[in-house]
């Protein structure tokens, strides 16, 4: 298959090239005509950010080792240079297969349903008259056109702007000279039109009016292009004092990341090509020309009109009827609810504010609890968490919330967050050295008749109300006295000093999960036989010793069965090497989010044990990153967990399997649709609908 050696070439697949596979089945939903048409167009939006990431983070890492002359070979036994090959000619070949998509089979179908993708060169004259006061009054005073010439270096481009590349020639002198307008990023990237079913692009509105930017100047050529650059985080944490501090530098220090990528117009001239690669220092493979519009993530704007009838139907998240005191939508206090037994809640299906919110809410404002502990990975710019945490401190309950500046394309909102949690007297806390603290979790400590009793919440995702209503996540609400102390252990880990921590129920990583989850793997290797099952769901699996682990299992006859959204470095239903062991993938409108564990024989013969916790099987989630998996221990929440795991693993309509290093659909008989499915499950445990 690649250019590796050995039997590492036949063991792991590359995690570069499986996690295009990933996106290339996001892709996948936007070719599906079954797809709701805005949605489809919302998928080539989701699919062209995802590259952008992808270039600004893991290309940026190959070219850095590249540059470095790294000799180390990936598991599957490529260089960084062959990887780079490879992965910048797959990347090149979905992009040309995304615009196709756009021009030949959205715009088309769009039109059919009067949404109109319009050129400049479409319009009648009564169209440009509009844009062009449109463009006066809008657009005009908010462009900067910057030359470039002896006395004007070429310009900054930041990274993932839209601009236009204009070639103008002086009638005076006869020279050539070039000039960057950047589109701006505030406005929409396409206009609307005033029918409201037409959209243009921005970039071809003001490339229509270049003469009122160069006056007296002759205009003799325009290109839009953008440019991606490194946008990986480099801190050297041990030698930074200040986190904070050393965070908002290297945020500085990214706008100005070396260029990795160029994407331009496929029509664009050899001369301004020539020009602008080389002024930004990239190679031929470093360029993406576009037959369609330049940076397809602008299509979010489109996706989101007001067309009900082509985009999903509506969907309300529900209330379980144990959170509910009546009928009419009373909320009841969740901490009887809890006392009562553990509760396990299913977002979105099952409303995020009534369950996670509501319980640090009710905590904020209750009199007996004397301490809230949170972990903050990622959350919204308008949370409700966070404005109860404040309310908490400032009612003179000690507040502790570790925010991890760390997490990737979210460091600025983290710093935000971080100031106003401080300045309300909540104690904050930046994570570990070297460690990214990744871990969902939540400790309340209320006073109950004299004694001190601890409530927890752990999950899957993270405390943001906004993608709580996108992301398929669970969350395990309970007063677990040996949970508690966990997470009493865990947080004065964090907060604190401490080596050597042991935990009572909680895989923790960094020390703990990796070793816990290999000795539940082996145990159903010593299973009866044929008895040993073990079902896996998260985001990726990439680690090379937990593969084998697995490959060993299969060996021995356990039955396997993988669910992963998206990177999977593991060769299934290999001869010989993964004969029992079955991959599949489901991408549909909610984004499949959560990681759950589950072994036939953990606690004995046919006594399974299920675990659910923010960890994939990834070298860093396992080594470098502190978090937590628990143990659901209550049958009936373990029963619900099997209802959701059977249903994603007859799913014949949303549901890839994978074959060695292929992909592909099931057989899609349209029977069963995880999401629906849930939906319908989620309604039968609830008492009133939330909107």
């Known amino acids: 298959m690649g250019s590796g050696s050995g ?8 995690r570069e090239l499986s996690w295009l596979d990933f996106n290339a089945r996001v892709l996948a939903l936007a070719e599906d005509p079954e797809t709701p048409l805005l949605e489809r167009v919302k998928f080539v939006a989701i699919f062209s950010q995802n590259l952008d990431e992808f270039f600004q983070v893991r290309v940026a890492g190959l070219k850095d080792q590249v540059a470095a002359g790294v000799k180390g070979r990936s598991p599957d036994g490529r260089s960084a240079t062959e990887q780079l090959d490879v992965v910048q000619t797959r990347a090149g070949e979905l992009s040309a297969r995304a615009d196709d998509l756009f021009l030949n089979e959205l715009c088309p179908s769009l039109a059919d349903h009067g949404i109109v993708y319009s050129t400049w060169a479409q319009l009648d004259d009564d169209d440009r008259d509009w844009l062009r006061e449109e463009f006066e009054r809008r657009i005009f005073p908010v462009l ?25 020639r002086d009638p005076s002198t006869d020279e050539r000279r070039f000039a960057r307008v950047k589109v701006p990023p505030l406005l929409p990237r396409f206009v609307v039109m005033p029918d409201g079913e037409r959209f243009v692009p921005l970039e071809q509105v003001i490339a229509a009016h270049l003469d009122g930017l160069f006056p007296g100047m002759e205009v003799i050529d325009h290109v839009a292009f953008r440019v991606t650059r490194n946008a990986d985080l480099t801190v050297e944490e041990e030698e930074a004092d200040d986190l904070l501090a050393a965070i908002e530098v290297e945020l500085r220090r990214r706008r100005f990341g070396k260029a990795v990528r160029l994407e331009v117009e496929d029509d664009i001239s050899a001369e301004a090509l020539e020009l602008i690669r080389d002024e930004l220092e990239l190679e031929d493979t470093d360029v993406v020309a576009h037959a369609g519009p330049v940076g397809l993530s602008g299509l979010f704007s489109v996706a989101e009109m007001d067309r009900p009838e082509l985009q999903y139907p509506v969907y309300a998240p529900v209330t379980q009827r144990r959170l509910m005191v009546d009928e009419d939508g009373e909320q ?9 037994a553990d509760l396990l809640v299913h977002h979105p299906y099952e409303s995020f504010r009534t369950s996670v919110e509501e319980f640090i809410r009710q905590a904020s404002n209750d009199p007996g609890v004397l301490t809230i502990k949170l972990t903050l990975y990622r959350t919204s710019g308008d949370s409700p968490i966070v404005a109860s945490l404040i309310r908490a401190a400032e009612q003179g309950k000690q507040v502790v919330a570790l925010v991890e500046l760390k997490a990737r394309f979210d460091e600025e909102r983290n710093i935000e967050w971080a100031r106003r949690l401080e300045q309300a007297g909540v104690h904050v806390v930046y994570g570990l ?21 601890r409530y927890c919440h752990i999950g899957t995702g993270n405390y943001n109300p906004k993608t709580a209503r996108l992301y398929e996540d669970f969350g395990l609400l309970t007063a677990d006295p040996d949970i508690g102390s966990d997470l009493t252990q865990l947080f004065n880990y964090l907060t604190g000093y401490a080596r050597n921590v042991e935990y009572r129920k909680l895989l923790m990583a960094p020390h703990a999960l990796r070793p816990g989850l290999v000795e539940l793997i082996r145990n159903e290797r010593r299973a009866a036989p044929g008895t040993g099952h073990i079902i896996m769901k998260m985001n990726s699996l990439v680690d ?5 682990e697995l490959y060993a299992a299969s060996a ?17 239903q290999v001869p010989g090497l993964s004969d029992n062991i079955t991959v599949r993938s489901l991408l549909g409108r909610y984004l499949e989010h959560s990681r759950v564990y589950r072994f036939a024989n953990a606690r004995g013969p046919g006594a399974e044990t299920h675990y659910i916790g923010s960890a994939d099987l990834m070298p860093r989630n396992l080594d470098r990153r502190v978090e937590a998996v628990a143990p659901v221990e ?3 929440l373990r029963a619900r967990l099997d209802e959701v795991l059977a249903v994603e693993l007859a799913d014949d309509t949303l549901a890839w399997q994978q074959v060695d290093d292929r992909w592909e659909w099931v057989d899609r008989r349209r029977t069963v649709e995880t999401h629906v499915e849930l939906q319908e499950q989620a309604a039968k445990r609830a008492t009133v609908e939330l909107r």
């Open 7 to 14: 039997d590492d070439d036949r063991r792991y697949l590359n």
């Open 144 to 168: 900067t056109p910057l030359a470039v010439d002896p006395g004007h270096p070429f310009p900054y481009i930041s990274s993932l702007s839209l601009n236009l590349g204009v070639i103008v």
């Open 332 to 340: 009841r206090d969740l901490f009887a609810a809890i006392a009562e």
């Open 433 to 453: 050295v070297g460690l990214k603290t990744h871990t969902k979790t939540c400790l309340v400590v209320r006073e109950e008749g004299g004694n001190v009793v």
């Open 544 to 548: 090379p010793d937990m593969i084998d």
């Open 556 to 572: 021995d006859g356990v039955r396997i069965e993988l669910i992963i959204r998206g990177i999977c470095c593991l060769r299934p």
């Open 634 to 636: 209550d049958p009936e």
